[in-house]
């Protein structure tokens, strides 16, 4: 158990309920069993998504803690809850691509999965009402979302976060598309790493099989979806060291 109280609802997302608690500092996160898509427009319920979605992430934020990457990350409570630093989020989602998926293989018509040398960052700016566009460093600055330093610091971040997450996925017989994360700034002012790192934020496919093991499943109706996640869940148990 825990010596924190939920207290107020925050915010409700889609896919995560963020509460206050006694500590102004700390947030109580609830993982919904609710998977979205296209920005909410395709939306289901899904019994064991937030269980295993809070695990996953409680896992890598761990991991990537003892691996040097500051994180929001304190504690999972039980089953679908944890608890994190309260941070302001930067309105930037902060994109790592190893191989060719999703927008960018719409967007240049290129071979899907084919692989990069070196990986490709973007940036998109977080607004439901915009459909999250696509924004670059002197956009985002020019709008005050982060400054330049804090552009630079998330790029590098993130490209750490990169390079751990691929040797995990690896020992899982797993190839890391692309990921998608948040950062935001603490009580200290320092910019660390927020939201979750999970099947829903990554792009995963078996490097045997080629088939995904994240969020696509349920974009492109391949099969079930909670599955898929604890099969994730499963190897990311047997990696010895995380
Ligand atoms: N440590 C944190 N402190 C404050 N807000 C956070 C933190 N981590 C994540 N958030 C925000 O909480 C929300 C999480 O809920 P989620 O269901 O993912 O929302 P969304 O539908 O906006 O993606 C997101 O808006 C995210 O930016
Ligand atoms: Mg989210």
């Given at each position: 158990m825990t010596e924190y109280q939920k207290k107020d609802l925050l915010y409700k997302g889609k896919a995560k309920e963020m509460f206050t608690t006694n500590d102004p500092d700390v947030i109580w996160v609830h993982y919904m069993d609710q998977v979205t898509a296209f920005n909410g427009k395709k939306k289901v319920q899904m019994s064991g998504k937030g269980q295993t979605n809070c695990k996953i992430s409680s896992l890598i934020f761990q991991d990537l803690a003892n691996h040097g990457i500051t994180n929001h990350f304190i504690k999972?409570?039980?089953?679908n809850n944890m608890l994190v630093k309260r941070v302001k989020i930067i309105e930037l989602e902060t994109v790592v691509r190893n191989f060719a998926s999703g927008s960018f293989e719409k967007k240049f018509a290129c071979e899907h999965l084919m692989k990069f040398e070196k990986p490709v960052q973007e940036f998109w700016f977080k607004s439901d009402e915009l459909n999250d566009p696509f924004i670059n460093d002197s956009q985002a600055i020019a709008l005050k979302v982060a400054n330049e330093d804090q552009m630079n610091q998330m790029r590098a971040i993130a490209l750490k976060v990169n390079d751990r997450l691929k040797e995990i996925f690896s020992e899982m017989n797993i190839d890391l598309v692309d990921f998608k994360v948040e950062f935001g700034i603490d009580s200290d002012n320092q910019l660390i790493l927020a939201d979750e790192i999970s099947p829903d934020s990554c792009r995963l496919v078996d490097?045997?099989?080629?088939?995904s093991l994240d969020k696509d499943v349920f974009r492109k109706g391949l099969g079930e979806l909670v599955p898929v996640y604890e099969e994730i869940l499963k190897r990311l148990e047997n990696v010895e060291e995380v």
């Open positions: 999972q409570i039980d089953s490097k045997t099989t080629r088939k």
